[in-house]
């Protein structure tokens, strides 16, 4: 692995990306950042954890959209005052997860990530998925559901995903012009997946 490796992941809710993902940065010797981000952006922003718990991840309007991406191209990202909640936690992560691959080799899981990080030489997007069966089982196992309260789950997470990511980014969630990879652990498994993302980054680096 090169001095500087950022993988980012994306993933479909069930697909295991978080599993592949935390286990990945082990391997690697690295450190995964997943709800870990939202500590680190709200010491760097000064603000309060609780706003960016109750709002990670969560869609919100255009209007608010083009709100933010006006105030960033506009340089406002170091000051967090009058601006909406939604805002500033945006702001605050994307700032946050800049400043992360700068600093060190890390993975990342959602919040954009790959988005934030389109102009970093160093940062590889993944995005995982699989089929519904396979998600659904994994959710009744994890979470003691049913199948239809762990497919009705599923179907809205993805679409709280694909909301936040859709109105945030300039990208198209789930599509693969969005990402590096895209891989399917429903069937390569948890391990497999592991495998090849690996590879992958051996493979991009050696040609870096």
Known sequence: MNSKTVITIGRQFGSGGKEIGEKLAKELGIRCYDKELLAVAAKESGLCKELFENHDEKPTNS???SLVMDTYSLGYTSSYSDMPINHKVFLAQFDAIKKLAERESCVIIGRCADYALEDNPYA????????????????????????????DMIQKEDKRRASYYNYYSSKKWGDAKSYDLCLDSGKLGVEGSIELIKDFIALREKNF
Do not use: G, H
Not at 126 to 151: G, H
């Open 63 to 65: 209007f608010l959209y």
């Open 124 to 151: 590889m997007s993944i995005y995982i998925k699989a089929d519904m069966d396979k998600r659904v089982k994994r959710i009744m196992t994890k979470y003691q559901l049913n199948e239809s309260k762990a497919s």
